[in-house]
């Protein structure tokens, strides 16, 4: 009685009772099921760059149809305003920062990293295989591999099939980074073993083995060697991570499902399949997010044919801000300052959109204080898993916000990092920045030594672009949300207890 056990974990014991006494010993999980999670995390897109979400210019509308049939957030945000922390947030609930590890206390997974998250520890994908669920990841990993260096002519394990994921198909880590191939499982795909791949990101050594920045066509991070037959074009990168997942739909139609989705869409290099250049006239970034929408619409084609949208909690987002912030009079970041990497809150808030028929009201809006690093207890809630008390340290469920419910644990209070590893603090409008120094991200001039810290205070509630410091009008509230930074930083979480 999959049924009645998930609907006694989701405390919905009204319904229990009433279906218990409706359906006696009918088989109930005949009749329905836990509903499947699916979580799209685009790549590098904007607050501004959907038309739910203001823009005139760029073209989105099935995630602009995401919104009308579900619920929008204003005010939500990446952990990070940059990649590889904040996927760790998104698949373990806890901000990166508490791991004193490159690429999750600061900068992103280069391809040499291995896997940043500790086999064995509570994980989303976890959650949900223990929930029942079968569980998979599609698109752009970037959270390493193996125990060391990864050798990619070797199996990459352990991966995400050691983290909770029964399925993995996808790109190492960035699109504009080697080695440009796909990884299915723990092995890349075509690989021709008399023609190994090898690869570096120190220049010296690639001189001296006669490796090269040209991969798969253009320009790339890191230096690479061999692999000719296994090399990813990079205009039908989008194409096949949308077959894949339409083919993981259909795979596993018949039981509850957890996919991540994360496309290569629309980070650099920005390379749309030809059918989408010159759709929006802004070049080719925004050409990907017609591509991006595309694919979306194509995912929400597939959940409808296979009569599966009514059971599917879709949830939209993006894992760091946009990086330009002008485009020909399109704003990729909105009304917000600043860009990727950065601490300002066009680094890191990112549109959001959750859409479940029957369950979120349609065409809804909140404006709640949400976060990536939440999903891991929403997705536990939907489940209907308890979390055990130290998983997802700092991940509050949004399930009763999603249903319009009361909201006994909304978050009152956010820590972002920048793409160096430094933080700041949003708690309700407000908006403290220990250093000023560092608030541009990659784009921070090298501060001197010795230099003293510069806090800010803004309130975003009338000062959207972050420009009136108020640190000198209101020193003591100041000292009060760094105080409360600093003892979110020792305490090992943030989250309330589960209940
Ligand atoms: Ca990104």
Redesign the pocket.
């Known amino acids: 009685m999959l049924l009645l056990k998930y609907l006694r974990r989701a405390r919905w014991p009204l319904l229990v009772t009433m279906l218990t006494a409706l359906i006696g010993p009918t088989p109930a999980a005949t009749l329905v099921r836990p509903p499947n999670v699916l979580i799209i995390v685009s790549?590098?897109v904007g607050w501004g760059d959907l038309g739910c979400y203001g823009a005139t210019k760029t073209k989105t509308p099935n995630l602009d149809r995401l919104a009308k049939e579900g619920m929008r957030f204003t005010d939500a945000h990446a952990s990070a305003s940059?990649?590889t922390p904040?996927r760790y947030s998104l698949l373990t609930g806890e901000y990166s920062w508490r791991k004193n590890t490159p690429g999750l206390n600061k900068g992103v997974a280069n391809a040499d990293a291995p896997l940043l998250i500790p086999v064995g520890s509570t994980t989303l994908p976890g959650i949900m295989k223990k929930a029942g669920y079968r569980t998979g990841v599609i698109g752009k990993w970037h959270l390493g591999f193996g125990t060391t260096r990864p050798d990619y002519n070797q199996d990459l394990a352990p991966g995400p099939l050691e983290i909770g994921f029964d399925e993995f198909f996808g790109l190492p880590a960035t699109n504009d980074r080697v080695p440009t191939v796909y990884v299915r499982g723990h092995r890349v795909v075509g690989l021709d073993p008399a023609d190994p791949i090898g690869y570096t990101f120190d220049p010296k050594v690639a001189a001296a083995g006669g490796l090269v920045r040209w991969a798969a066509g253009r320009e790339r991070i890191g230096f690479m060697s061999g692999g000719k037959a296994a090399l990813w074009n990079d205009e039908t990168i989008a194409d096949t991570f949308t077959r894949e997942v339409v083919g993981f739909l259909e795979r596993n139609k018949a039981q509850p499902f957890f996919l991540y989705f994360a496309p290569h869409d629309v980070?650099a290099p920005t390379i749309p399949h030809p059918r989408f250049v010159g759709t929006t006239g802004l070049g080719n970034r925004a050409d990907m997010l017609s591509e991006l929408d595309w694919s979306v619409g194509e995912v929400m084609k597939t959940l409808e044919r296979l009569g599966l949208a009514q059971d599917t909690l879709i949830i939209f987002s993006?894992?760091?801000g946009a990086h330009p912030t002008h485009e020909a009079g399109h704003l990729p970041n909105g009304p917000w300052r600043g860009k990727?990497s950065q601490l300002w809150e066009g680094g890191h808030r990112v549109p959001f959109l959750a859409r479940w028929p029957g369950h979120i009201a349609p065409d809804t809006t909140s404006h709640d204080l949400v976060c990536l690093v939440d999903l891991a207890a929403t997705a536990a809630a939907v489940a209907g898993e308890k979390l055990p008390d130290r998983a997802a340290p700092d991940s509050f469920n949004l399930l009763p916000t999603l249903l319009g419910q009361p909201q006994p644990t909304k978050r009152d209070s956010l820590i972002v990092m920048s793409g160096n590893g430094d933080l700041a603090l949003r708690q309700g409008p407000w908006k403290y920045l220990p250093d000023l120094a560092v608030a541009d991200g990659w784009s921070s001039a090298a501060k001197k030594p010795h230099q003293p810290a510069k806090p800010a205070l803004y309130d975003l509630s009338t000062d959207m672009g972050e420009t009136k410091n108020l640190i000198h009008q209101q020193p003591e509230f100041a000292q009060r949300l760094a105080e409360h930074l600093e003892k979110a930083q020792s305490a090992k979480s943030t989250r309330p207890p589960s209940l």
């Open positions: 790549d590098d940059v990649c904040t980070h993006s894992d760091n990727k």
